[in-house]
């Protein structure tokens, strides 16, 4: 399993950059933004069926870190729009990631969108791989250190984020983002997920180093023990305790985080260097979470990818 090893008490890109983009909305904002080309407030509002001050609210978030630009429509004029940055085109991985576990683990039917490589015009499917061999990473064959502590201060805001249910998020229509983010998509939920993969299994540990509210906890491990993505087993020395284990579904959700990770590394860490260093024990070597196409193995990026919506 996991080997944790904390260094040293540095900086948080790995924290900022879920705090960024915790929260079910931001993935629908930024699947209009990326796949779409939607710039306008309304036309977010329209496509998403997102309440005004939610939206204002996310879209404020992007821009203040520099995920979107509020800019004029036009050069000189007075109405403004919604571009992303280098940086917000950068998530493209982090949205392949939610869209592919969606389709795979949370949907009966035909999948409601699909992403194409151009390239060769097969669909991206488990498009989230190691940078150094190209396979898909298992959560069982990574091992990391970590320069991070996890911080206990200003998460208040968290507090009050609650989960906003699948049908809203598929008001307009169908997705399989939507379907991921309405199984991982608050900020807690995310966290504790990205807890479980550095090999955390306690109550108390999860609450030590997340600072949550016990009740919030509770709340929060039940539910994504009824998402199927977290099971309880009973302690091997003190039968009376239990701990929470990711399921086979849990693991799959792996790719999320790691896109997140390697986007947080890639534009928020700085001078100090990735907080987190992921070794790939397949094939021995340090990676981070690469776009890659499964059917010709080339590297993706967003000008490759055509988005169409099924329904
Ligand atoms: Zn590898
Ligand atoms: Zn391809």
Redesign the pocket.
Known sequence: MLQHEILSDSSCSVERSFEILGGAWTFLVLREALFENVVQFDSFQTNLGIARESLKRVLNRLVRNEVMDHRPLVPGGLRKGYFLTERGRDLLPALVAALNWGEAWASDGPAPERLIHKNCGYPLEQAV???????A?DPRDVSFKSRIKSRSKGREKFAKMRYVEQALLERQRPSSIARTMATIGDPWSFLIIRECFYGIRRFDAFQQRLSIASNILTARLKRLIAAGVLRTQPVADQPHLSEYRLTEKGMALYAVPLTIIAWGDKWLAGANGPPLILT?N????A?SAELRCHSCDMAVTLDDVEYQALT
């Open positions: 791989v190691c940078s150094h061999c190209h396979t990473v790939h397949r094939c021995d070597h990676f």
